[in-house]
């Protein structure tokens, strides 16, 4: 739908103006603008008052006065009577109710006082009082902000229940769920990846404000040192920020590497890197922490009315997998540490670690389909970008009709082929789902004796950056080849990821591997010369017009790019494919 067709065409306007300013800044309000804008885009109804909006995702207070303010102004400048406010329309129609039912029966009721809405202060020593003080050690800067870990380091002495165990061993919820409270009533951003990053919003640094004014913040912090001498006497029983502060167990043992837990970091060597790369000191998850476990893709299914045949198959030979939604590709392997706080102890996140493991399946019938649409070397592109060095392609034979096959024959073959010798891909055929079944629950078996005697080094994800990652793990490859380095699962999903933490970059990418023969090694090309969609279009535009301005087209890419070889060579045919798609853009 065209944004003129919104029931409310003036006010969507303003605020797709505020969500490009947004997106030009990289600010942080973009996700607010957007999610704002896509929900009062697809609403029907007409809104007479902008304050009327925060029923509608992504409409806060805020947001609201500013619309407000945005009418007032076009009301004043083109001679228009301003809308009046609900609660003042409201309250004139309640009046009329009030005097029609007073002419009836005789004096009016005395009015009752319009309670306006308490400002939001959070409960003394709770999780979201804790986060918000622990998040205002940070400038007012959107540059800035604390990782997950750091977070509860700061807020966990400002709060009386644990962030990382729940108070109820019946239930799941901690004190870090009320971040979700915080994040709903944007009192805090969030962003960054593969690590996310928090910090106040506006709005939050004056809930910040207004808990620092409160009797029970003045009485805890009047005197610091009386404080924390007191400290302990608070409440007995709560949960300490370091749980290895008080005393050691088996658990924390573990993390001992002929060394105490304290320095083990301090006394690694670091890791060097060339360049601008980063150098640090992996985290060590020791033999005896962790077990090696299968995680299948939930859309991995026999059929839509027998969902659950190969996550029961696995389980009955003694692979049962982890069911769950996959970033990028249908199966892969994951240390899960026996201690679900192990990681968050030791620095990193979660309790998942991602092995050089992956797989993706495809039926024969997938596999053609992905040919003809393109998503065939999309999958693959992205699979080498996931930075897992071991690639299996599961090809499932099934019966075909013989004029189908004898169609595309030559394509899968050649596709088999190119997975194979360019990518460097194991591919394995199987005639049927069960032969893939009893493969992954063998494979899971061997994997389990690899590294289950390992100790695994990890990447410390604030180390990690969307640039940075692949050429981080292949300089550690190449340079220590004995010692596998590994990131955790939130980490890996989140580089994988294909939703709107996408980069301009991968957009682009994607763009351009929608021409037919753009595969992802000659789209990695084409970005190398032009980094963004607008300096492709420009490049285009500077050809020219008339007859010579168009042969400069098409045959820009085969002569801007004709020191390339092999694979990645573009041919005649192709430049001209490409100039008529974006030549004319």
Known sequence: MADEECANPQLLAWVKEW??????????????????????????????????LQQLKGFGPKLCERLTDMLKKHCHGNGLPMPEHPQVRKAAERAQREERGAAQDGPAPKKRKTKQPKAYVPGFRSGAYALLIGLSILPDDTSVGLTKADLIEASQPHCDASFTAPSDP????????????LVQKELVYERGRPLRRYALTDEG?????RIKETPQWRSENKD???????????????????????????????????????????TTTETMMDGSLPGFNPIKLPPGSFTVRLVLDVHEVRAKTDRDYMQDELAKQDAA????????????????????????????????????????????????GSIKDGRFHEQKFRLKRSGVKKVIYIIEDISIDATTWQRYEEAVQSAIASTQVVNGYFVKRTTKMDETVKYLSRLTAVLKRKYEKQTLHIIPSKMITPQNYLPLL????????????????????????????????????????????????????????????????????????????????????????????????????????????????
């Open 321 to 368: 997998p982890i069911m769950r939604s996959l970033e990028v590709g249908d199966a892969q392997w994951v240390a899960k540490c026996h201690d679900s706080t192990l990681l968050q102890r030791l620095g990193a996140e979660g309790d998942e670690v991602v092995l050089d493991w992956i797989v993706e399946r495809k039926r024969l019938d997938d596999l053609i």
């Open 170 to 181: 019946t239930k799941f919820y901690t004190a870090w769920s009320s971040m979700k409270t």
């Open 205 to 209: 640094w004056d809930v910040v404000r």
């Open 224 to 266: 610091d040192g009386q404080r924390k001498e007191n400290q302990p006497q608070r409440q007995q029983g709560a949960p300490s920020a370091h749980p290895s502060a008080e005393h050691s167990t088996s658990a924390d043992l573990i993390t001992l590497d002929d060394e105490t837990a304290s320095n083990d970091h301090a």
């Open 19 to 52: 969500l490009d300013n947004a997106r030009e800044r990289n600010s942080k309000g973009f996700t607010t603008y957007r999610n704002a804008y896509e929900s009062l885009k697809a609403c029907p109804l007409v809104f007479q008052h902008p304050a009327e």
């Open 474 to 585: 292949e300089n550690l490859r190449r340079t220590q080849p004995s010692m596998g380095f590994y990131v955790t699962y939130e980490a890996f999903s989140s580089l994988a990821s294909k939703s709107e933490l996408m980069t301009l970059r991968d957009v682009f990418l994607k763009m351009l591997m929608t021409t037919r023969g753009v595969t992802g090694e000659r789209a990695l090309e084409i970005q190398k010369s032009w980094l963004t969609p607008y300096d492709f279009v420009q490049a285009f535009q500077a050809c020219g017009s008339g007859e010579q301005g168009n042969k400069r087209k098409r045959e820009l890419i085969c002569n801007q790019l004709s020191h390339l070889v092999g694979r990645k060579k573009f041919s005649k045919a192709l430049s001209h494919r490409i100039a008529d798609i974006w030549g004319d853009a």
